[in-house]
Protein backbone atom coordinates (compact mmCIF):
# COMPACT_ATOMS: atom_id res chain seq x y z
CA UNK A 1 0.00 0.00 0.00
CA UNK A 2 2.12 3.01 -1.37
CA UNK A 3 0.63 6.26 0.18
CA UNK A 4 3.34 8.23 -1.04
CA UNK A 5 4.43 7.92 -4.83
CA UNK A 6 7.21 9.69 -7.02
CA UNK A 7 6.55 8.29 -10.25
CA UNK A 8 9.66 9.68 -11.83
CA UNK A 9 12.91 7.13 -10.76
CA UNK A 10 14.96 9.96 -12.45
CA UNK A 11 15.17 12.86 -13.67
CA UNK A 12 18.35 15.07 -15.69
CA UNK A 13 18.08 18.69 -16.07
CA UNK A 14 20.53 21.38 -17.14
CA UNK A 15 22.93 23.61 -14.70
CA UNK A 16 21.03 26.87 -14.40
CA UNK A 17 17.65 25.08 -15.41
CA UNK A 18 14.74 24.57 -13.15
CA UNK A 19 14.33 21.02 -11.71
CA UNK A 20 10.76 20.01 -11.02
CA UNK A 21 10.34 16.66 -8.50
CA UNK A 22 6.78 15.53 -8.08
CA UNK A 23 4.82 13.37 -5.64
CA UNK A 24 1.94 11.95 -5.44
CA UNK A 25 -0.03 10.86 -2.31
CA UNK A 26 -3.24 9.18 -1.82
CA UNK A 27 -4.30 9.61 2.29
CA UNK A 28 -5.84 13.25 2.50
CA UNK A 29 -5.61 13.36 6.10
CA UNK A 30 -1.91 14.10 5.67
CA UNK A 31 -1.12 17.35 8.02
CA UNK A 32 2.52 17.58 7.15
CA UNK A 33 4.69 16.60 3.91
CA UNK A 34 8.97 17.16 3.42
CA UNK A 35 11.49 16.52 1.25
CA UNK A 36 14.43 15.04 2.04
CA UNK A 37 17.82 14.74 -0.17
CA UNK A 38 19.99 11.37 -0.03
CA UNK A 39 23.97 11.20 -1.20
CA UNK A 40 25.41 7.88 -1.85
CA UNK A 41 26.27 6.48 1.35
CA UNK A 42 24.79 8.89 3.36
CA UNK A 43 21.74 8.74 5.39
CA UNK A 44 18.90 10.77 3.71
CA UNK A 45 18.80 14.98 5.27
CA UNK A 46 16.11 17.28 5.52
CA UNK A 47 15.53 19.75 2.97
CA UNK A 48 12.23 21.36 3.11
CA UNK A 49 8.84 21.22 4.62
CA UNK A 50 5.38 22.34 4.20
CA UNK A 51 2.49 22.09 6.01
CA UNK A 52 -1.06 21.17 4.46
CA UNK A 53 -2.53 24.58 5.30
CA UNK A 54 -0.13 26.00 3.07
CA UNK A 55 0.40 25.74 -0.35
CA UNK A 56 3.99 26.75 -0.91
CA UNK A 57 7.03 27.23 0.99
CA UNK A 58 10.14 28.90 0.15
CA UNK A 59 13.92 28.37 1.29
CA UNK A 60 16.73 29.93 -1.16
CA UNK A 61 16.74 27.91 -3.97
CA UNK A 62 13.93 25.57 -2.70
CA UNK A 63 10.20 25.80 -2.92
CA UNK A 64 7.60 23.24 -2.63
CA UNK A 65 3.86 23.88 -3.96
CA UNK A 66 1.59 21.86 -2.20
CA UNK A 67 -1.94 20.95 -4.37
CA UNK A 68 -4.33 19.36 -1.97
CA UNK A 69 -6.96 18.93 -4.14
CA UNK A 70 -4.93 17.21 -6.71
CA UNK A 71 -3.16 14.99 -3.72
CA UNK A 72 0.06 16.26 -5.29
CA UNK A 73 3.39 17.87 -4.17
CA UNK A 74 5.87 19.17 -6.11
CA UNK A 75 10.05 20.59 -5.19
CA UNK A 76 11.53 23.07 -7.84
CA UNK A 77 15.30 23.84 -7.73
CA UNK A 78 16.18 26.86 -9.06
CA UNK A 79 19.29 27.81 -10.72
CA UNK A 80 19.70 23.41 -9.99
CA UNK A 81 23.60 23.08 -9.50
CA UNK A 82 25.54 20.15 -9.81
CA UNK A 83 25.79 19.96 -6.04
CA UNK A 84 22.06 19.21 -6.29
CA UNK A 85 22.77 15.88 -7.79
CA UNK A 86 21.27 13.68 -5.46
CA UNK A 87 18.53 10.91 -4.95
CA UNK A 88 15.33 13.08 -3.48
CA UNK A 89 12.59 11.45 -1.57
CA UNK A 90 9.00 12.68 -0.81
CA UNK A 91 7.47 11.88 2.58
CA UNK A 92 3.97 12.65 4.24
CA UNK A 93 2.39 11.85 7.95
CA UNK A 94 -0.11 12.75 9.88
CA UNK A 95 0.31 14.28 13.40
CA UNK A 96 1.10 10.89 15.62
CA UNK A 97 1.15 8.71 12.98
CA UNK A 98 4.50 7.56 11.15
CA UNK A 99 5.75 8.78 7.77
CA UNK A 100 5.80 7.34 4.63
CA UNK A 101 7.92 7.75 2.03
CA UNK A 102 8.26 7.81 -1.80
CA UNK A 103 10.52 5.71 -3.70
CA UNK A 104 12.63 8.41 -4.63
CA UNK A 105 13.72 10.22 -7.79
CA UNK A 106 17.40 10.62 -8.66
CA UNK A 107 18.08 13.83 -9.88
CA UNK A 108 21.41 13.87 -12.03
CA UNK A 109 21.96 17.89 -13.14
CA UNK A 110 24.55 18.64 -15.75
CA UNK A 111 27.24 20.90 -15.75
CA UNK B 1 27.85 18.28 15.91
CA UNK B 2 24.72 16.78 16.80
CA UNK B 3 24.10 13.42 14.86
CA UNK B 4 22.94 10.00 14.63
CA UNK B 5 26.11 7.52 14.33
CA UNK B 6 25.10 3.89 12.94
CA UNK B 7 27.56 1.07 13.03
CA UNK B 8 28.54 -0.91 11.24
CA UNK B 9 28.32 0.95 8.51
CA UNK B 10 28.79 -2.51 6.44
CA UNK B 11 27.94 -5.74 7.38
CA UNK B 12 28.25 -8.80 5.34
CA UNK B 13 26.84 -12.11 7.33
CA UNK B 14 25.83 -16.05 6.71
CA UNK B 15 22.27 -16.87 5.90
CA UNK B 16 21.04 -17.55 9.90
CA UNK B 17 23.94 -16.02 11.70
CA UNK B 18 22.10 -13.32 14.55
CA UNK B 19 23.48 -9.80 13.43
CA UNK B 20 23.07 -6.40 15.63
CA UNK B 21 23.49 -3.37 14.43
CA UNK B 22 23.39 -0.36 16.48
CA UNK B 23 22.57 3.08 16.56
CA UNK B 24 23.56 6.31 19.54
CA UNK B 25 22.63 10.02 18.92
CA UNK B 26 23.29 13.25 20.93
CA UNK B 27 20.47 15.18 19.85
CA UNK B 28 18.04 14.03 23.39
CA UNK B 29 15.56 13.26 20.73
CA UNK B 30 12.79 11.07 22.82
CA UNK B 31 11.71 9.01 19.42
CA UNK B 32 14.29 6.64 17.40
CA UNK B 33 13.19 4.71 14.84
CA UNK B 34 14.28 1.79 12.59
CA UNK B 35 13.55 1.73 8.74
CA UNK B 36 14.18 -1.19 5.90
CA UNK B 37 15.16 0.18 2.53
CA UNK B 38 15.85 -1.88 -0.06
CA UNK B 39 16.91 -1.10 -3.60
CA UNK B 40 14.57 1.60 -5.49
CA UNK B 41 11.98 1.04 -2.89
CA UNK B 42 10.61 3.37 0.03
CA UNK B 43 11.90 3.17 3.37
CA UNK B 44 9.78 1.00 5.23
CA UNK B 45 9.21 1.31 8.78
CA UNK B 46 10.05 -1.69 11.10
CA UNK B 47 9.71 -0.11 14.70
CA UNK B 48 10.15 2.86 16.72
CA UNK B 49 10.72 3.74 20.65
CA UNK B 50 8.65 6.88 22.25
CA UNK B 51 11.06 7.25 25.27
CA UNK B 52 10.89 3.53 26.79
CA UNK B 53 7.42 2.89 24.73
CA UNK B 54 8.13 0.06 21.92
CA UNK B 55 6.18 0.33 19.00
CA UNK B 56 5.76 -2.52 16.37
CA UNK B 57 4.45 -1.81 12.72
CA UNK B 58 2.25 -4.88 11.93
CA UNK B 59 4.09 -6.34 9.38
CA UNK B 60 7.12 -6.56 10.94
CA UNK B 61 8.27 -9.94 11.10
CA UNK B 62 9.43 -11.39 14.38
CA UNK B 63 12.97 -12.29 13.34
CA UNK B 64 13.76 -8.26 14.05
CA UNK B 65 13.79 -7.14 17.46
CA UNK B 66 14.98 -3.72 19.44
CA UNK B 67 16.67 -2.35 22.49
CA UNK B 68 16.39 0.68 23.83
CA UNK B 69 18.71 0.71 26.85
CA UNK B 70 18.93 4.66 27.51
CA UNK B 71 17.88 7.73 25.42
CA UNK B 72 21.10 7.92 23.56
CA UNK B 73 21.12 4.29 22.20
CA UNK B 74 18.72 1.70 19.98
CA UNK B 75 19.34 -1.51 18.55
CA UNK B 76 18.48 -3.74 15.80
CA UNK B 77 18.73 -7.49 16.40
CA UNK B 78 18.22 -9.72 13.08
CA UNK B 79 17.66 -13.24 14.93
CA UNK B 80 17.74 -15.22 11.81
CA UNK B 81 18.86 -13.56 8.49
CA UNK B 82 17.75 -14.38 5.49
CA UNK B 83 18.20 -13.47 1.99
CA UNK B 84 15.30 -10.95 1.73
CA UNK B 85 16.62 -9.03 4.59
CA UNK B 86 19.71 -7.85 2.32
CA UNK B 87 19.02 -4.11 2.36
CA UNK B 88 20.23 -0.75 4.12
CA UNK B 89 18.90 -0.01 7.33
CA UNK B 90 18.44 3.85 8.71
CA UNK B 91 18.12 4.66 12.06
CA UNK B 92 16.23 8.02 12.37
CA UNK B 93 15.18 10.07 15.89
CA UNK B 94 12.55 13.30 16.39
CA UNK B 95 11.78 15.00 19.37
CA UNK B 96 8.25 13.53 19.61
CA UNK B 97 5.94 11.71 17.37
CA UNK B 98 2.86 14.41 17.40
CA UNK B 99 2.92 17.93 15.97
CA UNK B 100 5.44 19.24 12.90
CA UNK B 101 8.39 16.66 12.87
CA UNK B 102 11.35 16.03 11.09
CA UNK B 103 13.40 12.85 11.01
CA UNK B 104 17.06 13.02 11.76
CA UNK B 105 18.58 9.94 9.75
CA UNK B 106 22.13 8.60 10.33
CA UNK B 107 23.83 7.36 7.28
CA UNK B 108 22.78 3.94 7.47
CA UNK B 109 24.31 0.50 7.76
CA UNK B 110 24.25 -2.13 4.45
CA UNK B 111 23.98 -5.43 5.47
CA UNK B 112 24.35 -8.38 3.17
CA UNK B 113 23.03 -11.52 3.87
CA UNK B 114 25.19 -14.50 2.05
Same mark, same amino acid.
Given at each position: ?????????? /???????? %??????? !?? *?????? /??????????????? *?????????????? !?????? %???? /? %?????? %??????????????????????????? /????? | ? +??????????????????????????????????????????? &??????????????????????????????? &??????????? +????? +?? =??? =? =????????? +????????
Amino acid at each position: DQQVKQNSPS /LSVQEGRI %SILNCDY !TN *SMFDYF /LWYKKYPAEGPTFLI *SISSIKDKNEDGRF !TVFLNK %SAKH /L %SLHIVP %SQPGDSAVYFCAAYSFGNQFYFGTGTS /LTVIP | D +AMVIQNPRYQVTQFGKPVTLSCSQTLNHNVMYWYQQKSSQAPK &LLFHYYDKDFNNEADTPDNFQSRRPNTSFCF &LDIRSPGLGDT +AMYLC +AT =SRS =S =SGANVLTFG +AGSRLTVL
